[in-house]
Structure formats: structure tokens, C-alpha cells
């Protein structure tokens, strides 16, 4: 609980066996005078072949399923676990790469009036391999595009962030896999969500990264974040063309 205000946390999580209990473990100790800033704890376990889904359950996380692969499904499942009187969702990844201690920078963010906080790791400090070049290279890639197609000022498509429980469920998210994180901070402008950057710190992740980690898993990011580019600002276009149809019958 933050000022009132019912905290859940989602973590989606394949073969994180090594880092889940330590995420978990370190936003279970996390305390706002004296209480427990965090309400509910929900990994969302992708298809592990190891005991990701024990750790995290002996940690103290309330862990559901989804065999499906793919970064936004697992997302989608643990959101269907929230319970109906959480006001801020809190996403992570469980490799242990951010720091539990700042979600009070994107919670903060929150209460000031943001709709959506994003911890960007390009204006927190990091260290030396925490971020790869594909990875640098295709946060500036979608930034610029957003920027241009937009008018919004990104610096990351960072995956710990903060959210209103309200706005997720109004923009109806979709996407099944790497464009999960893009298809947020654009449907959030679409619907006049406001939302706001603050710094992250990143340490180099425990374990190999499903994404950054292989050529395939990098490759399939940026086919997946470009796609989504594409794919709403068509729909968006579309849209306004009808839009403006209609009113000039």
C-alpha cells in the first residue's frame, strides 16, 4: 500500500530460477512507514523447464501458468490474476537487472498525477554490459519513430514500469509477444494517458536474456516493436481518414 493507494506487482518469467527469489524476495522487503508497499506479487511462469515457478512461490509470489510463449501473453495471464481493487500495476522482469528499491521513483511519479511512469534505463546509471548494442540501438530506433509519428518524447521502451490499473484495462492491450511494451506507451498517447520518464538504474541480468541474449531472440524484438509501430499508427490513420469522412458528408 503507497499512500493509499493498493500496489500489485506482474512478472513475467521463463527460466529464471537463479533470480526470481531474489526480485521477489527484495519487493516483499520493501516498506512505506512501517507496511508492506507491495499488496500482491503475480509471476507469471512462461514455460519454464526449470523450478522457476517453486522459487517464486516459496519467495512469496502468487504464481500462474501460460505454456504459450511470449513476453506480452504472459503479461495478459498474470493481469487476469489482479485483483479488481488494485489502483497501480507495477511490471518488472525477474532477472534481477533493476533495483526494487526505485519502484518509489515510479510510484512517485504516480501520485504527482502520471498515468503511466516508465523507468528509463538510458537516463538511470548502468552498468558496464547491462545494456547491448541491439538493445541501445533499437530503443533509439522506436524512440525517434514515436517522436516523429507521436509527437512524444521517449527515451525507452524500458519494461519496469508503473501503470493505473484504471488505464491498463481502458486501452485493451493486445500484442502476444516482444511489441507488448511499445503497444502500452502508444496506446497510452492514443487514449490521452499522461505519461512520464524517471531514471532507472541497471546492473548486468543473472542468466541469459530471452531477447538480447541470442541473434533469433534479437532479431524478433525489433520485428516485433517495428511491427507494432506500423501496425497502429495504420489503424490510427485509418481512423482519422474515417473520422474526417464522416464529417464532411
Not at 516483499?28 to 503475480?42: G, P, T, V
Not at 526449470?50 to 504472459?74: C, F, H, R, W
Not at 511489441?179 to 487514449?191: D, F
Not at 541469459?208 to 501496425?231: H, R, Y
Amino acid at each position: 500500500m503507497y499512500l493509499n493507494k493498493k500496489v500489485c506487482v506482474i512478472i513475467p518469467a521463463k527460466d529464471e530460477q537463479p533470480s526470481i527469489g531474489l526480485v521477489v524476495g527484495a519487493l516483499k522487503k520493501l516498506r512505506f512507514f512501517h507496511q508492506a508497499l507491495i499488496d500482491e506479487i503475480i509471476v507469471c511462469d512462461n514455460g519454464s523447464q526449470d523450478l522457476t515457478a517453486e522459487t517464486a512461490s516459496a519467495a512469496g509470489a502468487k504464481v500462474v501458468s501460460q505454456p504459450s510463449m511470449g513476453y506480452g501473453i504472459a503479461c495478459l495471464t498474470a493481469m487476469k490474476a489482479l485483483p479488481e481493487d488494485c489502483d497501480i500495476v507495477l511490471f518488472i522482469d525477474g532477472d534481477h537487472a533493476f533495483n526494487a528499491e526505485q519502484c518509489f521513483d515510479l510510484l512517485a511519479g504516480m501520485i504527482d498525477g502520471a498515468d503511466m511512469v516508465i523507468g528509463s534505463r538510458v537516463l538511470g546509471a548502468r552498468e558496464r554490459g547491462a545494456l547491448t548494442g541491439p538493445q541501445m540501438a533499437g530503443n533509439w530506433v522506436a524512440s525517434l519513430l514515436i517522436k516523429w509519428i507521436w509527437k512524444q518524447n521517449i527515451t525507452d521502451l524500458g519494461p519496469f514500469r508503473a501503470i493505473s490499473y484504471s488505464a491498463l484495462k481502458q486501452i485493451n492491450m493486445l500484442d502476444h509477444t516482444f511489441g507488448w511494451t511499445v503497444e502500452m506507451q502508444i496506446k497510452m498517447i492514443l487514449h490521452n494517458f499522461t505519461t512520464v520518464e524517471t531514471g532507472v538504474d541497471t546492473r548486468v541480468r543473472i542468466g541469459v536474456s530471452k531477447v538480447s541474449g541470442t541473434l533469433k531472440g534479437s532479431i524478433g524484438a525489433g520485428i516485433g516493436i517495428l511491427s507494432m509501430i506500423a501496425k497502429l499508427w495504420w489503424q490510427h490513420r485509418r481512423a482519422s481518414k474515417h473520422l474526417v469522412m464522416k464529417y464532411e458528408r
